[in-house]
């Protein structure tokens, strides 16, 4: 079982919709990053949490350490944000180990 | 400068043939980092530098690689006898500091070896 667990894997939403992303994870972690990857593209961090939530935008990002779970949440969702969103956690800093990655598409 | 800067951004080599990757951080940014994300293979840690303490190498497929950060700032790392399965992006991240920082990645260098 990898340590690092994202779901769904692949996801279709229509614009406007609300999508969330899921990780569970299984090992102890200092930190949790959600990362943002377009096609062709670099790495974006989008948020690095380890505990509650946060907000930047349309995206909210919550975690839950007892349950060693995250979710990324896309409000009014675009085509823009169509993109690999990647879980990644922190065993020791920034010593990541990666989710397998969503890929998102979201249609107009 | 502005961001993390990579280079190459893309490398083709022959197999056998040694490569470097080149990484320049964001000034100021104490830590460093190398990942790799193989074609249809998720992203994996490779080394980790944090000022003037030792790397983590851990995250090193082989003895094959190995990587340098000169001065506290800019980052190599070489391959050495390429093998057709070191293809791959090879990406670099830096941060302030090592818990507490934010990751800025590179554009990544591409890497092929026929």
């Known amino acids: 079982k990898n340590e690092v667990e994202q779901s769904p894997q692949n996801l279709t939403a229509q614009e406007g919709e609300f999508i969330t992303i899921n990780c569970s994870y299984s090992v102890g972690i200092s930190a949790l990053h959600w990362l943002q990857q377009h096609p062709g593209g670099g790495i974006v961090s989008l948020f690095m949490l380890s505990s509650g939530k946060k907000k930047h935008g349309r995206l909210i990002a919550t975690i839950n350490i007892q349950e060693k779970h995250s979710s990324l949440h896309i409000t009014a969702s675009h085509p823009r944000d169509s993109a690999v969103y990647i879980c990644?956690?922190?065993?020791?800093?920034?010593?990541?180990?990666f989710g397998a990655g969503t890929i998102l598409r979201v249609k107009s | 400068g502005a961001g993390v800067s990579q280079s190459p951004s893309n490398k083709v080599t022959e197999k056998g043939k040694d490569v470097e990757l080149r990484c320049d951080p964001i000034?100021?940014?104490?830590?460093l980092y190398w990942y790799r994300q193989s074609l249809g293979q998720g992203l994996e840690f490779l080394i980790y530098f944090q000022g003037n303490s030792a790397p983590d190498k851990s995250g090193l497929p082989s003895d094959r690689f190995s990587a340098e950060r000169t001065g506290g700032s800019v980052s190599t790392l070489t391959i050495q006898r390429t093998q057709q399965e070191d293809s791959a992006v090879y990406l670099c991240a830096s941060s302030l500091a090592r818990n507490t920082g934010e990751l800025f990645f590179g554009e990544g260098s591409r890497l092929t070896v026929l």
């Open positions: 000034s100021g940014h104490t830590a």
């Open positions: 990644a956690v922190g065993k020791e800093g920034n010593k990541l180990v």
